[in-house]
């Protein structure tokens, strides 16, 4: 078994097809097609279910995956321990959205320990509101913010990773696909009160939306305890409600609805060289796919 092998496994699982991972690995897609053959035959297992739009882990693929990325992550961390003097040092302080500190960054610090172990990563994620995250960096208090398109001029903005807006109904209620806004008459509506869903409301109300807001909350949790016990329904990011109670049933929204994340910070420090360290960590589509909510495809890249 060579580490070769495992980076093309992961390689093909993470951007799904053997051509998009000889094109991100710089190699032959036969090059990588043997390496994983060869693996399986080693493993004595099929790893990947190939099909004519793309690869997929099979059951056993994915317990395999799981072990290889932290035989990897291993492998960065070997890596450093030979750059000592090269080492970098320092805390970087990241401002964000509480479903994205739950459910992305312990998995990012994970592989910048593992990448940077004198490089320490402290997490905000109380901002409810990118205004908030926005805030944080205006005064200081964070290097970098993971914030909700748009951003406000004056910062470097790169576009980063995305999840959808869902209807958030009670379980019990019936639904009949796709649901139609008429289906949630009789039901109260629990608006989370934020600049971002606020815009996603008014694009629902221009596509026939006429529900007004008995309740306004800015805990996406909250709002999802309400709906669980029967109390109401509402609109919020897929990523907030992940992974729902059994009470609580997450359906499409009548209109493709995108909430686009964004990594944002002051130009001067998201140049300096620790925070540049921390970014190829956030940008680093391996840590993403290590994730639930990425391997579930509910975090995406875009």
């Known amino acids: 078994m060579k580490l070769s092998q495992l980076h093309m496994l992961v390689a093909v699982a993470d951007h799904g097809s053997f051509s998009a991972a000889a094109a991100e690995l710089g190699c032959t897609q036969s090059r990588i097609s043997h390496a994983i053959a060869e693996l399986e035959r080693e493993l004595d297992t099929r790893l990947l279910a190939r099909a004519r739009d793309g690869s997929l882990p099979t059951e056993a693929g994915r317990r395999v995956l799981d072990k290889a990325r932290a035989m990897l992550r291993l492998e960065d961390a ?6 000592d003097d090269d080492a970098i040092e320092g805390r970087v302080r990241i401002a964000c959205f ?12 994970e592989a910048l320990a ?14 409810n509101d990118r205004l908030e995250v926005v805030a944080a960096l205006r005064a200081g208090r964070a290097d970098v913010g993971i914030a909700q398109l748009p951003v406000e001029d004056g910062f470097a903005v790169h576009p980063y990773v995305a999840d959808d807006y869902v209807l958030v109904v009670p379980a019990a209620r019936a639904f009949t696909l796709p ?18 869903a606020d815009a996603i409301l008014a694009r629902c109300r221009a596509a026939g939306l006429a529900a007004t807001a008995e309740r306004t909350l800015g805990n996406d949790t909250s709002i ?19 992974p729902e109670p059994d009470e609580v049933r997450v359906l499409p929204l ?21 925070v540049k360290a921390v970014l190829d960590v956030l940008r680093d589509r391996r840590v993403l796919a290590a994730t639930r909510a990425g391997q579930a495809g509910i975090l995406r890249w875009t």
Do not use: E, K, N
């Not at 995108?258 to 420090?269: P, Y």
């Open 78 to 83: 070997l890596r450093a321990s030979v750059r």
């Open 98 to 109: 509480r479903s994205i500190g739950t459910h992305l960054l312990p998995y990012v610090a």
């Open 114 to 127: 593992a990448r940077h172990p004198q490089l320490v990563l402290d997490i905000d994620d109380g901002c």
């Open 179 to 196: 649901v139609t806004w008429d289906q949630l008459d009789g039901l109260p509506f629990i608006r989370l009160g934020c600049s971002g």
């Open 224 to 242: 999802a305890a309400m709906v669980a016990r029967g109390m109401g329904w509402s609109i919020l990011p897929r990523l907030a409600t992940y």
């Open 254 to 274: 009548p209109i493709p609805a995108r909430r686009q994340f964004a990594l944002a910070g002051a130009r001067d420090t998201m140049r300096s060289r620790h």
